[in-house]
């Protein structure tokens, strides 16, 4: 079964350090990958996707994240972190066959941003 | 481009009543739309697939007759909480396949407070 491992569920971060988070994904096939932002009571916003090509994708908001398929992983970086970036996190994978894909989430991680 | 917009925002009902939660794609045909819950400070799990014209595909432990499913056009899908209870006070997200390999959106959440 499809699964997402987030190992992190709070880091906190000085506002202009640099930022990783860390996602690992179980899939048997070659994974579509999503990480998304949720700011407290809202829904989710889509920072960036990785379905195919380069192994680095770039997103909103200054965010990347790479895809490493040796290490079935899909971190998320940010070289400069700004207070309005506090928020949840969540990486998530595309499962199921093309026509119906579902999202199976990780648990997610809360970034708390120090002045 | 490809929002879902989702109503209400925030409902409090009182045990024993049922409540519908609206989901519409706004600038784009949606065949599929999910639909997630979502406790305090967890991940979201999915409750249920919504494919226009035909029945919900419902996750392993989820109650069809609980939580009614419509997708009877392909810009709006409801979820009715039937006969609902404090333990059904939760957050409600839906979300929606964008087409051309867009990815998914998500709704802004509904707040459900059972009293």
């Known amino acids: 079964a499809q699964s997402v491992t987030q190992p992190d569920i709070h880091i906190t971060v000085s506002e202009g350090a640099s930022l990783e988070l860390r996602c690992n994904y179980s899939?048997?096939?070659?994974?579509?990958l999503f990480w998304y932002v949720q700011s407290p009571g809202q829904g989710l916003q889509l920072l960036l996707k990785?379905?195919?090509?380069?192994?680095l994708v770039q997103g909103i908001k200054g965010f990347e994240a790479e895809f490493k398929r040796s290490q079935s992983s899909f971190n998320l970086r940010k070289p400069s972190v700004h207070w309005s970036d506090a928020a949840e996190y969540f990486c998530?994978?595309?499962?199921?066959?093309?026509?119906?894909?579902?999202?199976?989430f990780g648990t997610g991680t809360r970034l708390l941003v120090s002045p | 481009g490809a929002v879902v917009s989702q109503h209400p925002s925030r409902v409090i009902c009182k045990s024993g009543t049922s409540v519908k939660i609206e989901c519409r794609s706004l600038?784009?045909?949606?065949?599929?739309m999910f639909w997630y819950r979502q406790f305090p400070k967890q991940s979201l799990m999915l409750m249920a697939t919504?494919?226009?014209?035909?029945?919900?595909?419902?996750e392993q432990g989820v109650e069809k007759d609980k939580f009614l499913i419509n997708h009877a056009s392909l810009t709006l899908s409801t979820l009715t909480v039937t006969s609902a209870h404090p333990e059904d006070s939760s957050f409600y997200i839906c979300?929606?396949?964008?087409?051309?390999?867009?990815?998914?959106?998500f709704g802004s959440g509904t707040r459900l407070t059972v009293v």
């Open positions: 600038d784009f045909q949606a065949t599929t």
């Open positions: 899939y048997g096939a070659t994974p579509y």
């Open positions: 998530a994978v595309g499962a199921g066959n093309t026509g119906f894909q579902k999202l199976v």
């Open positions: 919504s494919n226009e014209g035909s029945k919900a595909t419902y």
């Open positions: 979300s929606a396949r964008v087409p051309l390999g867009g990815g998914y959106t």
């Open positions: 990785y379905f195919s090509g380069d192994t």
